[in-house]
């Protein structure tokens, strides 16, 4: 059984960084994709960033250039680094995997795995 565990979420001002990592159990995070998502109350899920399983990152525009998600094959985990965060940059964020080796359309959330809990990100002025 796939389960993922979100940490590293906090409250932090605008422009300053927080680090989050994903740490799945049952799953090897090596040669799949994985991603991080967002979500805010009244909105769909959306996709931040992704890591194919050949290593080739995505993101969504709004962060390109502020994110950066890396994998660590040996540890097993999915870091999402967020630095200059902003208050749009506030939501529950979950890590997600995908059976694939390509990162599905962020969109498609039905094709990825999602973590239980999450972990909340809040980005003050």
């Known amino acids: 059984q796939v389960q993922l565990v979100e940490s590293g979420g906090g409250s932090v001002q605008v422009g300053g960084s927080l680090r989050l990592s994903c740490s799945p159990s049952g799953l090897a995070v090596s040669g799949v994709c994985m991603a991080w998502f967002r979500q805010v109350p009244g909105q769909e899920r959306e996709g931040v960033a992704g890591?194919?399983?050949?290593?080739?990152?995505t993101y969504k525009t709004s962060v390109n250039g502020r994110f950066t998600i890396s994998r660590d094959n040996h540890k097993n985990t999915v870091d999402l680094q967020m630095n200059s965060l902003k208050p749009e940059d506030t939501g529950m964020y979950y890590c997600a995997a995908a059976m694939t080796r390509g990162c599905p359309p962020p969109q498609a959330t039905s094709q990825y795995r999602f973590g239980g809990q999450g972990t909340q990100v809040t980005v003050s002025s």
């Open positions: 890591i194919s399983g050949d290593g080739t990152p």
